[in-house]
């Protein structure tokens, strides 16, 4: 775990960069929705994690969607990443936390590289491109961008990629942030938790692995030539809930050795192992929303036994971080597992 001065500031510089302060809410994916769900495991999840969740009883969920951008203003249809936090309630009223976005890898290694990210990737002033520019970028390989949305005047990703062509591991990521688009729905993403975590088997046995949500009904996002709206995802989730459950299979990626265990940045090889770990269906948007949304403050070390955390720097400084910033904005304070609180 970072010390408690480092988690504030990693907050900090989040809130610095902030386009319009939030008040008493998230600095990053500010705008998001709570959903209720229940999830229920495949009859093979017991044999690799003995984690209560896994056990194939149903266990009620808490889901809260959210767009990735900080700030107050609500942009649904522009370009970019969206976050599906879930909680699973297990009977020691602790419950287990799974924090993930539509993004496969993350963007920096480490703390010392986060704040150099937030230094370097400020916003900046929106510069409309010349047409030769950006002939200039795509011979560079740079992620092809499209004009200025609408309400635009500072640019979220000239700075990103500034960083990308000085960090060759920030690559990855920052290209999927530019080429991520809007999807038509947040039951119509997949997300991934991007860290390794160690499951243990009933055997004894501890597996590295990876987890990501697959969406039922299938992956899609807006076309570039739909009219951009500001505020949809929520109006369609309602929508979709009161006529019929949404669907997500939870995978687990099973690591091999020579993978990056505590590196978010790299990639697995696409031949590992994956097994379906349950479902999670979601049946109705909370009625709640301060108390089952914005209130809840989920943290991705908040780990039934059976999961722990793998050494990876940026899992361990989300543990302070996210504590600091439940502080910051007042959210609902929450029970530790003595282990995970380390
Ligand atoms: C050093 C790296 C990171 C820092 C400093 C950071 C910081 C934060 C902070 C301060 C919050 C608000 C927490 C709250 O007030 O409850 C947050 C939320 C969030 N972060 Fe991160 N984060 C980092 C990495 C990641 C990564 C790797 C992921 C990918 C899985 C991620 C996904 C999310 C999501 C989905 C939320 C919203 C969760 C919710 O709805 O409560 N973050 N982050």
């Known amino acids: 775990m970072v010390d408690p001065s480092t988690a504030k500031r990693l907050v900090r510089v989040i809130i610095d960069n902030l386009p319009k302060p939030v008040g008493a809410r998230r600095p990053v994916h500010t705008l998001g929705i709570g959903v209720k769900g229940e999830f229920v495991a495949s009859d093979v999840a017991r044999t690799y994690c003995i984690a209560e969740h896994f056990n194939g009883k149903p266990v009620d969920a808490s889901v809260r969607f959210s767009n990735g951008l900080g700030g107050p203003d609500r942009h649904d249809?522009?370009?970019?990443?969206?976050?599906?936090?879930?909680?699973?309630?297990?009977?020691d009223g602790l419950g287990s936390d799974l924090i993930a976005t539509?993004?496969?890898?993350?963007?920096?290694?480490?703390?010392?590289?986060f704040f150099e990210f937030s230094e370097i990737a400020k916003l900046a002033p929106y510069q409309r491109e010349s047409w030769w520019r950006k002939l200039g970028d795509l011979l560079q390989l740079k992620v092809p961008r499209r004009n200025p949305y609408p309400s635009e005047t500072r640019s979220v990703d000239a700075g990103a990629l500034q960083y990308a062509d000085m960090h060759r591991f920030a690559q990855l990521g920052v290209f999927q942030v530019g080429l991520i688009g809007a999807p038509v729905s947040y039951a119509r993403a997949p997300y991934h938790a991007v860290h390794t975590f160690w499951v243990t088997a009933p055997d004894g046995v501890r597996r590295p692995v990876r987890f990501s949500w697959q969406p039922v009904a299938g992956v899609c996002n807006t076309a570039p030539t739909d009219e951009l709206r500001d505020d949809y995802l929520r109006a369609e989730l309602k929508d979709r809930l009161r006529r019929w459950p949404a669907r997500f299979m939870l995978m687990m990626m099973i690591g091999e050795a020579g993978d990056a265990f505590d590196d978010c940045t790299k990639p697995w090889p696409g031949t590992r192992t994956r097994i379906a770990m349950g479902t999670l269906t979601l049946t109705k948007v909370a009625d709640d929303q301060e108390k089952d949304g914005e209130r809840i403050s989920f943290n991705p070390n908040r780990l039934a036994p059976g999961i722990d955390p793998s050494e990876d720097p940026i899992l361990k400084a989300r543990l302070g971080a996210y504590e600091a910033s439940r502080e910051m904005r007042g959210g609902c304070p929450f029970k530790w597992r003595p282990d995970n609180a380390k």
Do not use: P
């Not at 539509?102 to 480490?110: A, D, H, M, Q, S």
């Open 102 to 113: 539509t993004l496969g890898e993350f963007f920096v290694r480490n703390v010392d590289d």
């Open 77 to 91: 249809g522009w370009s970019d990443v969206r976050g599906m936090a879930v909680r699973f309630h297990l009977s």
